[in-house]
């Protein structure tokens, strides 16, 4: 069973500690898997692979505009997480998924495209990049942590974005995944009027043939201990 906490809107900084302290849980055995979907205020976060130079503002210009700005442990470039997007970390063993990083990645993926796919979306895989896509432009970025288990395996963390009904224009204050050739999209700009709640139930549906477990689905209002 995956324990899904739906959980409004939560501070960057305090998600963050819940996924460590969770997938710390997990490779110990003491609680089970579970997937964390949530909103946060504005924040720009930078990913292990980052470039200082794709952040296309300063700290205190940032500060003045209500973003933060957050160095992460996860893989990937920079991006950005704000209301109207959607945003999901799955904590799940990779050792019962044969501990392949490669279909972990590409399973996160097939959920999205088939979540935008109900909403006539023509979402896809682009060739050479991680995320979804609508043509030329990214609708929902992926980026993850494996932490080493205690049974040699892996435990994720971090995850997915989906721009929903995101304001697009904060996007321009940085070069999104480092991506300088290709857009950044939302369902609103495709057309679409949904939210990231209703968005949320489609997705788990997705989640629960993709991954094929079973989902204790909680609506929170605290991130639960």
């Known amino acids: 069973m995956i324990e899904v906490y739906l959980a409004g809107t939560v501070d960057y900084q305090?998600?963050?500690?819940?996924?460590?302290?969770?997938?710390?849980?997990?490779?110990?055995?003491?609680?089970?898997?579970?997937?964390?979907?949530?909103?946060?205020?504005?924040?720009?976060?930078?990913?292990?692979?980052?470039?200082?130079?794709?952040?296309?503002?300063?700290e205190e210009e940032g500060f003045r505009r209500g973003v933060?700005?957050?160095?992460?442990?996860?893989?990937?470039?920079?991006?950005?997480?704000?209301?109207?997007?959607?945003?999901g970390y799955p904590i799940l063993s990779l050792s019962r998924r044969g501990n392949d990083a490669r279909r972990y990645?590409?399973?996160?993926?097939e959920v999205l495209i088939r979540s935008l796919r109900d909403y006539a979306l023509e979402a896809s895989r682009k060739e050479g990049y991680t995320g979804v896509w609508v043509k030329d432009e990214k609708?929902?970025?992926?980026?993850?942590?494996?932490?080493?288990?205690?049974?040699?395996?892996?435990?994720?963390?971090?995850?997915?974005?989906?721009?929903?009904?995101?304001?697009?224009?904060?996007?321009?204050?940085?070069?999104?995944?480092g991506i300088q050739e290709y857009g950044v999209t939302s369902m609103r700009a495709l057309g679409v009027d949904c939210t990231p709640e209703e968005f949320a139930r489609?997705?788990?549906?997705?989640?629960?043939?993709?991954?094929?477990?079973?989902?204790?689905?909680?609506?929170?209002?605290?991130?639960p201990a």
């Open 68 to 87: 933060q700005i957050v160095q992460v442990d996860r893989g990937g470039d920079v991006t950005y997480h704000g209301p109207g997007q959607l945003v």
């Open 202 to 223: 489609v997705l788990l549906r997705h989640f629960h043939d993709v991954f094929e477990q079973p989902l204790d689905v909680k609506k929170v209002t605290s991130l």
């Open 139 to 177: 609708i929902a970025a992926i980026g993850v942590k494996l932490n080493r288990s205690r049974n040699n395996g892996f435990v994720t963390s971090h995850g997915f974005a989906v721009n929903v009904h995101t304001d697009l224009s904060f996007f321009q204050l940085i070069v999104p995944c």
């Open 105 to 109: 990645l590409r399973d996160l993926e």
């Open 14 to 58: 305090l998600a963050w500690d819940w996924q460590r302290e969770r997938a710390g849980q997990v490779s110990r055995g003491e609680k089970p898997e579970a997937l964390l979907l949530l909103q946060h205020p504005h924040v720009i976060t930078l990913g292990r692979g980052s470039h200082s130079e794709h952040v296309l503002v300063t």
